[in-house]
């Protein structure tokens, strides 16, 4: 392996002028600059980074914990997360939790023990406050991403679940639907908390009745239970029935739309069907569902740069929280109104 006292002897310098041009110091003349970087390039020298690492306390690498890659909002939250810091100089590693609070804590020892410079993390559950405090305990930096956990005080990057929430149902509401059922993640993560409190008052504020019914917990991740429920609603009698149902995530819209499709019912000509989250480049329900689209993008890119300045000491003393807006894009799914006197479709 090429070493920099190779480089030094070959320029006939010395090792601490070749490190002064790896590091850009600008104490070096542009001649012997230009003579060490061509050897550099020649021997195709790679730095150590251990043992650069040794000497800075930094080893350049950051990490993104998120809880499913196979989520393509997370897809793109890494795409924004890899563009900051390659932008900045780092390098990114990134871990998948599943949502399992286990996984998450295998991982972050793992981090810990890498000796990562800062943690951007989408947190598994409001249970994952020990983990993150571990990270606090060897002073590593982190900015919680999506997700928000109680008293926990630090830098965050989150949606407007209530606003959003609101809209979706607000939309439903003027087709006319009455019954609206909602689909939604375990309430021990914030998310779905947030979601399922704006679902509550927005129909309370537009006099319709909160039916228990109509609520259900699933969960984020793909595969899950959504059939069951669908069947559930279904077995209701029919002046029970929802005529319109809000999924709170892309993978439990586009379930939901699947096993209506399943059991025989129309969308949205029986149940129109809206969701939190759209399915970028995924499938071709993108082109039917009515969504609420995150910028997944700046998610990364901005939780990145609010870790970068943490690490970097230039960030403000007080934590900060950015709350993004979704943007909502009304499709097939949904454009069907209902008749208002007997709830039926039209």
Known sequence: MVTIYDIAKKANVSAMTVSRVINKSDKISVKTREKVEAIIKELNYLPNSSARSLVSKKTKILSLMITDIANPFFTSVARGAEDKAMQMGYQLMLCNSDENLEKESKYIDMLISAGTDGVLIAPANDSSKKNIQTLTKYNIPFVLLDRHIK??????????????????????????HKRIAIINGPLDVATARERHQAYCDTLTAHGLE???????????????????????????????????IFATSNFIGVDTVKF????????????????????????????????????????????????IERIENTAPEMPRKIVLPAEIHIRKSSLHEIDKNNEAPR
């Open 151 to 176: 008293d926990l005080k630090c830098d965050q990057v989150l949606s407007d679940n209530e606003t959003t929430t609101r809209r979706l149902l607000e939309h439903l509401i003027k087709q006319g």
């Open 260 to 307: 209506l499709i399943k059991y025989n019912m129309k969308v949205p000509e029986d149940i129109a069907v809206v969701c939190y989250d759209g399915l970028p480049n995924y499938t071709e329900s993108e082109l039917f569902i009515t969504a609420a689209e995150q910028p997944s993008y700046h998610f990364g890119y901005m939780g990145m740069q609010m870790l």
């Open 210 to 244: 909160i039916n228990s019914n109509l609520i259900h917990q699933s969960h984020f991740l793909q595969d899950s239970d959504i059939s069951k429920i669908i069947k559930k609603m279904l077995d209701l009698p029919e002046n029970e029935r929802p005529t319109a």
